[in-house]
Protein backbone atom coordinates (compact mmCIF):
# COMPACT_ATOMS: atom_id res chain seq x y z
CA UNK A 1 0.00 0.00 0.00
CA UNK A 2 1.55 3.00 -0.99
CA UNK A 3 2.52 5.52 1.64
CA UNK A 4 1.02 8.57 0.33
CA UNK A 5 -2.37 6.97 -0.73
CA UNK A 6 -5.83 7.87 1.07
CA UNK A 7 -6.07 4.38 2.55
CA UNK A 8 -2.79 4.43 4.25
CA UNK A 9 -3.36 7.39 5.78
CA UNK A 10 -7.10 6.26 6.86
CA UNK A 11 -5.22 2.94 8.47
CA UNK A 12 -2.50 5.30 10.27
CA UNK A 13 -5.56 7.04 11.63
CA UNK A 14 -7.47 4.20 12.64
CA UNK A 15 -3.79 2.78 14.68
CA UNK A 16 -3.64 6.23 16.34
CA UNK A 17 -7.09 6.46 17.74
CA UNK A 18 -6.68 2.79 19.01
CA UNK A 19 -3.49 3.82 20.57
CA UNK A 20 -4.99 7.42 22.23
CA UNK A 21 -7.30 4.51 24.19
CA UNK A 22 -4.76 4.67 27.06
CA UNK A 23 -5.60 8.69 27.05
CA UNK A 24 -8.82 8.51 27.20
CA UNK A 25 -9.22 6.00 29.63
CA UNK A 26 -6.39 6.25 31.93
CA UNK A 27 -7.72 4.39 34.75
CA UNK A 28 -8.41 0.88 32.87
CA UNK A 29 -4.75 1.35 30.71
CA UNK A 30 -3.03 1.18 34.48
CA UNK A 31 -5.08 -1.89 35.31
CA UNK A 32 -4.81 -3.83 31.87
CA UNK A 33 -0.77 -2.78 32.30
CA UNK A 34 -0.28 -3.80 35.91
CA UNK A 35 -2.43 -6.81 35.49
CA UNK A 36 -0.86 -7.94 32.19
CA UNK A 37 2.88 -7.26 33.82
CA UNK A 38 1.83 -9.34 36.84
CA UNK A 39 0.18 -12.24 34.97
CA UNK A 40 3.85 -12.24 32.73
CA UNK A 41 5.69 -12.08 36.25
CA UNK A 42 3.59 -14.84 36.94
CA UNK A 43 4.22 -17.08 33.91
CA UNK A 44 7.85 -16.20 34.01
CA UNK A 45 8.14 -17.56 37.72
CA UNK A 46 6.53 -20.33 37.26
CA UNK A 47 8.71 -21.52 33.91
CA UNK A 48 11.15 -20.78 36.03
CA UNK A 49 10.26 -22.96 38.99
CA UNK A 50 7.73 -25.69 37.76
CA UNK A 51 8.87 -29.39 38.68
CA UNK A 52 9.36 -32.41 36.14
CA UNK A 53 6.89 -34.72 38.66
CA UNK A 54 3.27 -33.98 38.90
CA UNK A 55 3.70 -35.48 42.35
CA UNK A 56 6.30 -32.48 43.03
CA UNK A 57 3.23 -29.66 41.77
CA UNK A 58 2.64 -28.71 45.07
CA UNK A 59 2.17 -25.18 46.28
CA UNK A 60 6.10 -24.76 47.87
CA UNK A 61 7.63 -25.24 44.70
CA UNK A 62 6.28 -22.04 43.82
CA UNK A 63 7.34 -19.97 47.37
CA UNK A 64 11.40 -19.44 45.89
CA UNK A 65 13.03 -17.37 44.97
CA UNK A 66 14.78 -18.51 41.60
CA UNK A 67 18.24 -17.20 41.10
CA UNK A 68 18.00 -17.64 37.17
CA UNK A 69 15.56 -14.44 37.00
CA UNK A 70 18.22 -12.20 39.65
CA UNK A 71 20.82 -13.30 36.97
CA UNK A 72 18.26 -12.60 34.37
CA UNK A 73 17.56 -9.24 35.54
CA UNK A 74 21.17 -8.56 35.89
CA UNK A 75 21.97 -9.39 32.16
CA UNK A 76 18.88 -7.17 30.93
CA UNK A 77 19.97 -4.57 32.44
CA UNK A 78 22.98 -4.32 31.47
CA UNK A 79 22.05 -4.37 27.81
CA UNK A 80 21.34 -1.40 25.47
CA UNK A 81 17.11 -1.61 24.48
CA UNK A 82 17.57 -3.53 21.13
CA UNK A 83 19.95 -6.06 22.38
CA UNK A 84 17.73 -6.15 25.62
CA UNK A 85 15.01 -6.95 23.69
CA UNK A 86 15.92 -9.85 21.41
CA UNK A 87 17.93 -11.92 24.67
CA UNK A 88 14.28 -11.63 26.53
CA UNK A 89 12.75 -13.22 23.56
CA UNK A 90 15.00 -15.67 23.17
CA UNK A 91 15.10 -16.26 27.14
CA UNK A 92 11.31 -17.06 26.79
CA UNK A 93 11.47 -19.14 23.92
CA UNK A 94 13.61 -21.29 26.07
CA UNK A 95 11.92 -21.16 29.18
CA UNK A 96 8.69 -21.93 26.87
CA UNK A 97 11.28 -25.06 25.58
CA UNK A 98 11.46 -25.72 29.36
CA UNK A 99 8.09 -25.35 30.44
CA UNK A 100 7.38 -28.65 27.73
CA UNK A 101 9.73 -30.62 28.19
CA UNK A 102 8.83 -30.65 32.04
CA UNK A 103 5.42 -31.29 30.95
CA UNK A 104 6.83 -34.22 28.63
CA UNK A 105 8.76 -35.77 32.11
CA UNK A 106 5.67 -35.56 33.88
CA UNK A 107 3.97 -37.61 31.64
CA UNK A 108 6.76 -39.89 31.00
CA UNK A 109 7.06 -40.23 34.39
CA UNK A 110 3.89 -41.30 35.47
CA UNK A 111 3.36 -43.71 32.40
CA UNK A 112 6.74 -44.88 31.82
CA UNK A 113 8.91 -44.54 35.47
CA UNK A 114 11.49 -41.92 33.62
CA UNK A 115 11.83 -38.66 32.17
CA UNK A 116 11.58 -37.42 28.56
CA UNK A 117 14.40 -38.08 26.43
CA UNK A 118 15.33 -34.81 23.91
CA UNK A 119 17.13 -37.56 21.78
CA UNK A 120 15.05 -40.96 21.19
CA UNK A 121 11.80 -40.16 22.55
CA UNK A 122 10.38 -38.17 19.87
CA UNK A 123 9.05 -41.08 17.85
CA UNK A 124 7.08 -42.15 20.93
CA UNK A 125 4.72 -39.32 20.65
CA UNK A 126 3.45 -41.24 17.43
CA UNK A 127 2.93 -44.09 19.31
CA UNK A 128 0.68 -42.28 21.79
CA UNK A 129 -1.32 -40.61 19.45
CA UNK A 130 -2.09 -43.93 17.91
CA UNK A 131 -2.73 -45.46 21.46
CA UNK A 132 -5.28 -42.36 22.05
CA UNK A 133 -6.85 -42.84 18.02
CA UNK A 134 -7.15 -46.43 19.48
CA UNK A 135 -8.78 -45.91 22.82
CA UNK A 136 -10.86 -42.90 22.02
CA UNK A 137 -11.36 -42.31 18.47
CA UNK A 138 -9.44 -40.76 15.33
CA UNK A 139 -11.23 -37.39 15.81
CA UNK A 140 -10.06 -37.50 19.51
CA UNK A 141 -6.65 -38.65 18.38
CA UNK A 142 -6.42 -35.87 15.49
CA UNK A 143 -7.83 -32.79 17.72
CA UNK A 144 -5.20 -33.58 20.50
CA UNK A 145 -2.80 -33.53 17.93
CA UNK A 146 -3.49 -30.51 16.41
CA UNK A 147 -4.34 -28.77 20.08
CA UNK A 148 -0.62 -29.84 21.30
CA UNK A 149 1.23 -28.07 18.60
CA UNK A 150 -1.18 -24.81 19.14
CA UNK A 151 -0.71 -24.91 22.58
CA UNK A 152 3.27 -25.48 22.07
CA UNK A 153 3.38 -22.36 19.60
CA UNK A 154 1.07 -20.32 21.88
CA UNK A 155 3.56 -21.23 25.07
CA UNK A 156 6.33 -20.26 23.08
CA UNK A 157 5.23 -16.83 21.92
CA UNK A 158 3.14 -15.74 25.19
CA UNK A 159 6.50 -16.71 27.26
CA UNK A 160 8.61 -14.33 24.71
CA UNK A 161 6.58 -11.66 25.43
CA UNK A 162 5.99 -12.02 29.05
CA UNK A 163 9.93 -11.52 29.13
CA UNK A 164 9.94 -8.62 26.62
CA UNK A 165 7.23 -7.40 28.72
CA UNK A 166 9.31 -7.88 31.84
CA UNK A 167 12.49 -6.33 30.37
CA UNK A 168 10.77 -3.25 29.37
CA UNK A 169 9.39 -2.98 33.06
CA UNK A 170 13.06 -2.97 34.40
CA UNK A 171 14.16 -0.84 31.96
CA UNK A 172 11.41 1.97 32.93
CA UNK A 173 13.72 2.76 36.12
CA UNK A 174 17.00 1.27 36.21
CA UNK A 175 18.00 2.74 39.13
CA UNK A 176 15.07 1.28 41.15
CA UNK A 177 15.57 -2.29 39.14
CA UNK A 178 19.10 -2.08 40.16
CA UNK A 179 18.23 -1.81 43.77
CA UNK A 180 16.08 -4.32 43.68
CA UNK A 181 17.98 -6.82 42.09
CA UNK A 182 20.47 -6.36 44.52
CA UNK A 183 18.25 -6.89 47.31
CA UNK A 184 17.09 -10.46 45.70
CA UNK A 185 20.49 -11.41 45.24
CA UNK A 186 21.57 -10.74 48.88
CA UNK A 187 18.37 -12.59 49.77
CA UNK A 188 18.87 -15.12 47.91
CA UNK A 189 22.61 -15.69 48.97
CA UNK A 190 21.60 -15.36 52.39
CA UNK A 191 18.82 -18.17 52.28
CA UNK A 192 21.29 -20.19 50.41
CA UNK A 193 23.79 -19.83 52.77
CA UNK A 194 21.68 -20.18 55.74
CA UNK A 195 19.67 -22.96 53.97
CA UNK A 196 16.48 -21.13 55.08
CA UNK A 197 12.95 -23.43 53.97
CA UNK A 198 9.26 -22.62 53.60
CA UNK A 199 7.06 -25.33 53.43
CA UNK A 200 10.39 -27.71 54.15
CA UNK A 201 11.90 -26.48 50.35
CA UNK A 202 14.23 -24.24 50.05
CA UNK A 203 14.25 -20.32 49.33
CA UNK A 204 16.95 -20.32 47.33
CA UNK A 205 16.18 -21.75 43.74
CA UNK A 206 17.80 -22.83 40.70
CA UNK A 207 15.62 -25.67 39.78
CA UNK A 208 15.52 -24.42 35.93
CA UNK A 209 19.38 -24.38 35.72
CA UNK A 210 18.88 -27.90 37.23
CA UNK A 211 16.76 -28.66 34.71
CA UNK A 212 18.88 -27.53 31.88
CA UNK A 213 21.64 -29.38 33.21
CA UNK A 214 20.02 -32.84 33.66
CA UNK A 215 18.83 -32.47 30.33
CA UNK A 216 22.05 -32.18 29.07
CA UNK A 217 23.83 -34.94 30.83
CA UNK A 218 21.05 -37.22 29.26
CA UNK A 219 21.87 -36.24 25.89
CA UNK A 220 25.33 -36.27 26.29
CA UNK A 221 24.81 -39.64 28.36
CA UNK A 222 22.90 -41.11 25.50
CA UNK A 223 25.23 -40.18 22.45
CA UNK A 224 27.61 -42.21 24.43
CA UNK A 225 25.77 -44.99 25.25
CA UNK A 226 24.40 -45.45 22.04
CA UNK A 227 28.16 -46.22 20.34
CA UNK A 228 28.54 -48.25 23.72
CA UNK A 229 26.05 -49.97 23.27
CA UNK A 230 26.51 -50.56 19.53
CA UNK A 231 30.15 -52.53 20.66
CA UNK A 232 28.54 -54.47 23.28
CA UNK A 233 25.67 -55.95 20.83
CA UNK A 234 27.86 -57.59 19.00
CA UNK A 235 29.27 -59.79 21.13
CA UNK A 236 27.33 -62.75 21.90
CA UNK A 237 27.85 -65.71 24.01
CA UNK A 238 26.14 -68.13 21.68
CA UNK A 239 26.11 -66.03 18.39
CA UNK A 240 28.59 -68.90 16.89
CA UNK A 241 27.14 -71.93 18.25
CA UNK A 242 25.78 -74.04 15.63
CA UNK A 243 22.06 -74.76 15.69
CA UNK A 244 22.79 -78.46 16.25
CA UNK A 245 24.93 -77.60 20.17
CA UNK A 246 21.65 -75.35 20.86
CA UNK A 247 18.79 -76.07 22.88
CA UNK A 248 19.24 -80.25 22.87
CA UNK A 249 17.25 -81.05 26.02
CA UNK A 250 14.24 -79.28 24.52
CA UNK A 251 14.07 -81.64 21.39
CA UNK A 252 10.61 -82.59 20.32
CA UNK A 253 9.00 -80.08 23.06
CA UNK A 254 6.18 -77.47 21.54
CA UNK A 255 7.64 -74.40 22.79
CA UNK A 256 5.36 -71.39 24.03
CA UNK A 257 7.10 -68.06 25.08
CA UNK A 258 3.83 -65.83 25.80
CA UNK A 259 3.80 -61.83 26.90
CA UNK A 260 1.04 -60.90 29.28
CA UNK A 261 1.11 -57.43 28.99
CA UNK A 262 1.57 -55.29 31.81
CA UNK A 263 1.22 -58.20 34.32
CA UNK A 264 3.86 -56.58 37.06
CA UNK A 265 4.79 -57.54 40.95
CA UNK A 266 2.07 -55.18 41.79
CA UNK A 267 -0.53 -57.56 40.34
CA UNK A 268 0.45 -59.62 43.09
CA UNK A 269 1.31 -57.78 46.19
CA UNK A 270 -0.82 -54.27 46.06
CA UNK A 271 -3.51 -54.83 48.88
CA UNK A 272 -6.55 -53.71 46.08
CA UNK A 273 -5.35 -56.01 43.19
CA UNK A 274 -3.78 -59.08 44.69
CA UNK A 275 -6.47 -60.63 46.66
CA UNK A 276 -7.78 -61.40 42.97
CA UNK A 277 -5.23 -62.24 41.11
CA UNK A 278 -3.32 -64.46 43.73
CA UNK A 279 -7.05 -66.07 44.07
CA UNK A 280 -6.31 -66.73 40.29
CA UNK A 281 -3.14 -67.66 40.23
CA UNK A 282 -4.04 -70.51 43.09
CA UNK A 283 -6.84 -71.42 41.41
CA UNK A 284 -5.63 -72.24 37.43
CA UNK A 285 -2.22 -73.64 39.66
CA UNK A 286 -4.66 -76.67 41.21
CA UNK A 287 -6.78 -76.79 37.44
CA UNK A 288 -3.07 -77.12 36.03
CA UNK A 289 -2.21 -79.64 38.47
CA UNK A 290 -5.20 -81.73 38.01
CA UNK A 291 -4.26 -81.75 34.32
CA UNK A 292 -1.03 -83.08 34.73
CA UNK A 293 1.23 -79.56 34.55
CA UNK A 294 3.20 -78.58 37.22
CA UNK A 295 4.92 -74.93 37.33
CA UNK A 296 7.78 -73.20 38.70
CA UNK A 297 7.87 -69.03 39.17
CA UNK A 298 10.37 -66.27 39.46
CA UNK A 299 10.77 -62.49 39.39
CA UNK A 300 12.57 -60.72 36.36
CA UNK A 301 13.65 -57.37 36.50
CA UNK A 302 12.16 -55.74 33.36
CA UNK A 303 13.97 -53.06 31.33
CA UNK A 304 10.51 -51.05 30.84
CA UNK A 305 7.89 -49.87 33.40
CA UNK A 306 4.39 -48.77 32.55
CA UNK A 307 4.40 -48.92 28.59
CA UNK A 308 7.34 -49.97 25.54
CA UNK A 309 6.39 -53.15 25.94
CA UNK A 310 8.85 -53.60 22.67
CA UNK A 311 11.68 -52.83 25.15
CA UNK A 312 10.48 -55.78 28.00
CA UNK A 313 10.39 -58.39 24.95
CA UNK A 314 13.54 -57.37 23.04
CA UNK A 315 15.41 -57.53 27.14
CA UNK A 316 14.09 -60.73 27.14
CA UNK A 317 14.74 -62.43 23.96
CA UNK A 318 18.38 -60.99 22.98
CA UNK A 319 20.18 -61.39 26.55
CA UNK A 320 20.55 -57.42 26.36
CA UNK A 321 19.34 -54.76 28.02
CA UNK A 322 17.13 -52.45 25.87
CA UNK A 323 15.66 -49.54 27.54
CA UNK A 324 15.64 -47.19 25.07
CA UNK A 325 14.18 -46.83 21.56
CA UNK A 326 18.05 -46.36 20.19
CA UNK A 327 18.93 -49.60 22.14
CA UNK A 328 16.09 -51.27 20.43
CA UNK A 329 17.12 -50.08 16.60
CA UNK A 330 20.62 -50.93 16.98
CA UNK A 331 19.45 -54.50 17.98
CA UNK A 332 16.34 -54.92 15.17
CA UNK A 333 19.10 -53.93 12.71
CA UNK A 334 22.11 -56.10 14.12
CA UNK A 335 22.25 -60.38 14.13
CA UNK A 336 22.18 -60.59 17.71
CA UNK A 337 20.51 -64.22 18.54
CA UNK A 338 17.29 -63.74 19.95
CA UNK A 339 15.87 -66.65 22.11
CA UNK A 340 13.37 -67.65 19.63
CA UNK A 341 15.93 -67.40 17.03
CA UNK A 342 17.98 -70.32 18.38
CA UNK A 343 14.86 -72.35 18.04
CA UNK A 344 14.53 -71.75 14.47
CA UNK A 345 18.55 -72.10 14.00
CA UNK A 346 18.50 -75.44 14.86
CA UNK A 347 16.43 -76.29 12.26
CA UNK A 348 14.14 -78.70 14.54
CA UNK A 349 11.30 -76.18 14.63
CA UNK A 350 9.04 -74.79 13.23
CA UNK A 351 8.12 -70.78 14.44
CA UNK A 352 5.15 -68.57 14.80
CA UNK A 353 4.59 -65.68 16.18
CA UNK A 354 0.96 -64.82 17.34
CA UNK A 355 0.53 -60.70 17.73
CA UNK A 356 -2.79 -59.22 18.13
CA UNK A 357 -1.05 -55.94 18.76
CA UNK A 358 0.84 -55.24 15.58
CA UNK A 359 -1.60 -53.86 13.11
CA UNK A 360 1.02 -52.32 10.07
CA UNK A 361 3.94 -53.89 9.28
CA UNK A 362 6.74 -55.75 11.29
CA UNK A 363 10.47 -55.65 9.93
CA UNK A 364 11.24 -57.50 13.61
CA UNK A 365 10.04 -61.14 12.17
CA UNK A 366 13.30 -61.58 11.18
CA UNK A 367 15.49 -60.44 14.63
CA UNK A 368 12.61 -62.88 16.23
CA UNK A 369 13.21 -65.25 13.37
CA UNK A 370 9.66 -66.33 13.15
CA UNK A 371 8.63 -68.04 9.89
CA UNK A 372 5.38 -66.86 9.90
CA UNK A 373 3.68 -64.04 12.12
CA UNK A 374 0.06 -63.57 12.48
CA UNK A 375 -1.15 -60.03 12.88
CA UNK A 376 -4.25 -58.25 14.26
CA UNK A 377 -6.23 -58.61 10.63
CA UNK A 378 -5.17 -62.48 10.32
CA UNK A 379 -6.86 -64.44 12.97
CA UNK A 380 -10.68 -63.75 11.50
CA UNK A 381 -12.05 -61.98 14.24
CA UNK A 382 -14.84 -59.69 13.52
CA UNK A 383 -15.65 -58.95 17.06
CA UNK A 384 -15.06 -55.41 18.43
CA UNK A 385 -12.05 -53.91 19.84
CA UNK A 386 -11.89 -53.48 23.75
CA UNK A 387 -10.04 -50.28 23.74
CA UNK A 388 -6.40 -50.36 22.56
CA UNK A 389 -6.53 -54.12 22.47
CA UNK A 390 -7.40 -55.80 19.02
CA UNK A 391 -8.85 -58.66 20.37
CA UNK A 392 -9.62 -60.50 23.13
CA UNK A 393 -7.11 -63.38 24.32
CA UNK A 394 -9.18 -65.94 24.43
CA UNK A 395 -9.94 -65.38 21.16
CA UNK A 396 -6.44 -64.91 19.87
CA UNK A 397 -5.32 -68.00 22.23
CA UNK A 398 -7.97 -70.18 19.89
CA UNK A 399 -6.94 -68.68 16.87
CA UNK A 400 -3.72 -69.79 17.58
CA UNK A 401 -4.90 -73.26 18.12
CA UNK A 402 -6.64 -73.28 15.19
CA UNK A 403 -4.09 -71.68 12.75
CA UNK A 404 -1.00 -73.36 13.80
CA UNK A 405 -1.20 -75.59 17.46
CA UNK A 406 -3.61 -77.74 16.33
CA UNK A 407 -2.71 -78.89 13.20
CA UNK A 408 -0.38 -81.77 12.43
CA UNK A 409 3.10 -81.18 11.66
CA UNK A 410 6.73 -82.93 11.01
CA UNK A 411 8.46 -80.50 13.52
CA UNK A 412 7.53 -79.12 16.78
CA UNK A 413 6.86 -75.61 17.32
CA UNK A 414 8.36 -72.71 19.25
CA UNK A 415 5.71 -69.87 19.30
CA UNK A 416 6.52 -66.46 20.88
CA UNK A 417 2.39 -65.34 21.69
CA UNK A 418 1.53 -61.54 22.98
CA UNK A 419 -1.64 -60.93 25.04
CA UNK A 420 -2.89 -57.56 25.27
CA UNK A 421 -6.38 -57.94 27.19
CA UNK A 422 -4.68 -56.38 30.33
CA UNK A 423 -3.54 -53.27 28.11
CA UNK A 424 -4.22 -49.88 30.11
CA UNK A 425 -6.90 -48.08 30.06
CA UNK A 426 -8.67 -51.76 31.32
CA UNK A 427 -11.94 -50.78 30.23
CA UNK A 428 -14.14 -52.34 29.07
CA UNK A 429 -12.76 -55.94 29.86
CA UNK A 430 -13.67 -59.43 27.79
CA UNK A 431 -15.23 -61.88 29.54
CA UNK A 432 -14.51 -65.67 29.29
CA UNK A 433 -17.12 -67.08 27.34
CA UNK A 434 -17.40 -70.89 26.44
CA UNK A 435 -14.24 -72.02 23.96
CA UNK A 436 -16.48 -73.74 21.39
CA UNK A 437 -18.83 -70.40 21.47
CA UNK A 438 -15.64 -67.90 20.54
CA UNK A 439 -17.02 -68.36 16.67
CA UNK A 440 -15.32 -65.25 14.69
CA UNK A 441 -15.83 -63.32 17.99
CA UNK A 442 -18.81 -61.23 16.98
CA UNK A 443 -19.97 -62.86 20.08
CA UNK A 444 -17.85 -60.14 22.40
CA UNK A 445 -20.22 -57.33 21.09
CA UNK A 446 -22.74 -57.00 24.04
CA UNK A 447 -19.55 -57.62 25.85
CA UNK A 448 -18.07 -54.88 25.08
CA UNK A 449 -21.21 -52.62 25.35
CA UNK A 450 -21.83 -53.98 28.64
CA UNK A 451 -18.67 -52.91 29.93
CA UNK A 452 -17.17 -50.37 31.85
CA UNK A 453 -16.34 -46.78 30.28
CA UNK A 454 -12.64 -45.87 29.98
CA UNK A 455 -13.31 -42.20 31.01
CA UNK A 456 -14.42 -43.45 34.33
CA UNK A 457 -11.53 -45.81 34.94
CA UNK A 458 -8.80 -43.97 33.54
CA UNK A 459 -9.74 -41.04 36.13
CA UNK A 460 -9.94 -43.08 39.34
CA UNK A 461 -7.31 -44.69 40.68
CA UNK A 462 -8.88 -47.43 42.91
CA UNK A 463 -10.80 -48.39 39.79
CA UNK A 464 -8.07 -48.53 37.97
CA UNK A 465 -6.68 -50.66 40.28
CA UNK A 466 -9.52 -52.84 40.68
CA UNK A 467 -10.23 -53.11 36.79
CA UNK A 468 -6.46 -53.66 35.88
CA UNK A 469 -6.67 -56.81 38.27
CA UNK A 470 -9.49 -58.30 36.86
CA UNK A 471 -8.31 -58.08 33.32
CA UNK A 472 -4.62 -59.64 34.43
CA UNK A 473 -7.17 -62.55 36.07
CA UNK A 474 -8.64 -62.45 32.53
CA UNK A 475 -5.35 -62.90 30.65
CA UNK A 476 -3.92 -65.78 33.20
CA UNK A 477 -7.14 -67.66 33.11
CA UNK A 478 -7.52 -67.57 29.41
CA UNK A 479 -3.55 -69.06 29.15
CA UNK A 480 -4.04 -71.55 31.64
CA UNK A 481 -7.38 -72.78 30.48
CA UNK A 482 -6.04 -73.07 26.83
CA UNK A 483 -2.97 -75.03 28.42
CA UNK A 484 -5.74 -77.65 29.95
CA UNK A 485 -7.61 -77.72 27.49
CA UNK A 486 -4.85 -77.92 24.04
CA UNK A 487 -1.54 -78.74 26.42
CA UNK A 488 -0.11 -81.85 25.35
CA UNK A 489 2.57 -84.44 26.96
CA UNK A 490 5.28 -82.21 25.09
CA UNK A 491 4.06 -78.45 25.90
CA UNK A 492 6.12 -76.24 27.42
CA UNK A 493 4.81 -72.95 28.40
CA UNK A 494 6.91 -69.98 29.36
CA UNK A 495 4.88 -66.84 30.73
CA UNK A 496 5.35 -63.44 31.93
CA UNK A 497 4.79 -59.74 32.19
CA UNK A 498 6.33 -57.41 29.87
CA UNK A 499 6.45 -54.70 32.39
CA UNK A 500 4.83 -53.07 35.81
CA UNK A 501 1.41 -50.57 35.16
CA UNK A 502 1.61 -47.33 35.06
CA UNK A 503 2.64 -45.41 38.14
CA UNK A 504 -1.52 -44.36 38.85
CA UNK A 505 -1.96 -48.47 39.73
CA UNK A 506 1.77 -49.75 40.31
CA UNK A 507 2.24 -46.90 42.23
CA UNK A 508 5.13 -43.58 42.76
CA UNK A 509 7.87 -45.92 43.69
CA UNK A 510 6.96 -49.31 42.11
CA UNK A 511 9.96 -51.45 41.63
CA UNK A 512 10.33 -52.70 37.57
CA UNK A 513 9.83 -56.88 38.83
CA UNK A 514 7.58 -59.24 36.39
CA UNK A 515 6.50 -62.74 37.52
CA UNK A 516 8.08 -65.44 34.86
CA UNK A 517 6.33 -69.01 35.39
CA UNK A 518 7.88 -72.37 33.56
CA UNK A 519 4.85 -74.79 32.92
CA UNK A 520 5.46 -78.21 31.40
CA UNK A 521 4.23 -81.92 32.03
CA UNK A 522 7.15 -83.88 31.30
CA UNK A 523 9.17 -83.39 35.08
CA UNK A 524 12.65 -83.91 33.08
CA UNK A 525 11.80 -80.06 32.14
CA UNK A 526 11.20 -78.43 35.05
CA UNK A 527 14.30 -80.53 36.58
CA UNK A 528 16.45 -78.73 34.50
CA UNK A 529 15.66 -75.46 36.35
CA UNK A 530 16.07 -76.96 40.12
CA UNK A 531 19.15 -75.07 40.64
CA UNK A 532 17.36 -71.81 39.89
CA UNK A 533 15.25 -71.92 43.41
CA UNK A 534 12.20 -70.78 41.84
CA UNK A 535 8.71 -71.09 43.89
CA UNK A 536 6.48 -73.66 42.79
CA UNK A 537 3.38 -72.98 41.16
CA UNK A 538 2.00 -70.00 38.93
CA UNK A 539 2.90 -67.25 41.96
CA UNK A 540 6.50 -66.39 42.57
CA UNK A 541 7.37 -66.10 46.62
CA UNK A 542 7.59 -62.34 47.61
CA UNK A 543 11.76 -64.05 48.20
CA UNK A 544 12.00 -65.60 45.18
CA UNK A 545 15.09 -65.11 43.01
CA UNK A 546 14.95 -61.69 41.31
CA UNK A 547 17.06 -61.52 37.76
CA UNK A 548 17.42 -58.55 35.25
CA UNK A 549 15.31 -59.49 32.29
CA UNK A 550 18.13 -59.45 30.14
CA UNK A 551 19.68 -62.35 31.78
CA UNK A 552 17.08 -64.79 31.12
CA UNK A 553 18.41 -65.78 27.61
CA UNK A 554 21.77 -67.09 28.24
CA UNK A 555 20.15 -68.89 31.92
CA UNK A 556 17.32 -70.80 29.70
CA UNK A 557 19.51 -71.86 26.34
CA UNK A 558 22.49 -73.07 29.18
CA UNK A 559 20.10 -74.61 31.30
CA UNK A 560 18.66 -76.64 28.18
CA UNK A 561 22.02 -77.84 27.35
CA UNK A 562 23.11 -75.06 24.76
CA UNK A 563 27.26 -74.81 24.18
CA UNK A 564 28.48 -71.16 24.28
CA UNK A 565 30.21 -71.02 21.67
CA UNK A 566 30.69 -66.49 21.41
CA UNK A 567 30.94 -63.94 18.35
CA UNK A 568 33.14 -61.39 19.45
CA UNK A 569 32.93 -57.31 18.76
Known amino acids: MPAGTPAAAGLRARLAHWRAWRTRYPTAARVLYWT ?23 YNRFTRLPSEAIIGAVVLLALPRRARTIVAAFCGVVLGAL ?26 LDDAQSYVEDTMGRATAIGAAVGAVVLVAVLLVVMALATVRLSNLLARDTQTS ?6 AGTVWITCSTLGFQVAGVPVASDRAANALEVQARRVKSTLRDEA ?3 KEAKADKFGNTPGSQLLPDLRGKDMIFTFIESYG ?26 AGFRAKSGWLTSATYGGSSWLGHSTTMSGLWIDNQQRYSTVMAGDHLSLTKAFKKTGAWDTVGVMPGIQKGWPEQEFYGLDKVYNAFQMGYKGPKFSWSTMPDQYALEAFQRLEHGKKRDKPLMSEIILTSSHQPWSP ?8 ELGNGSLFGPIK ?6 SDVRNDTTRSKQEYGKSIQYSVTSLTQWLERYGTDDTVLVFLGDHQPIARVSGNNAGRDVPISVVAKDPKVLDKIASWNWTEGLKPAQNAPVWKMSSFRDRFLTAYGS ?3 PSKD
Open 449 to 454: EAGTNA
Open 36 to 58: TTALAAVLVLGALLMPNTIAALQ
Open 178 to 183: TRATLI
Open 563 to 565: TPQ
Open 228 to 230: AFA
Open 99 to 124: TIVNFLDMGFTEYLGRGFNLVLDWGL
Open 429 to 436: IPKLVGWD
Open 265 to 290: RSALEDPVIAPGVDKTLDTSTKALEK
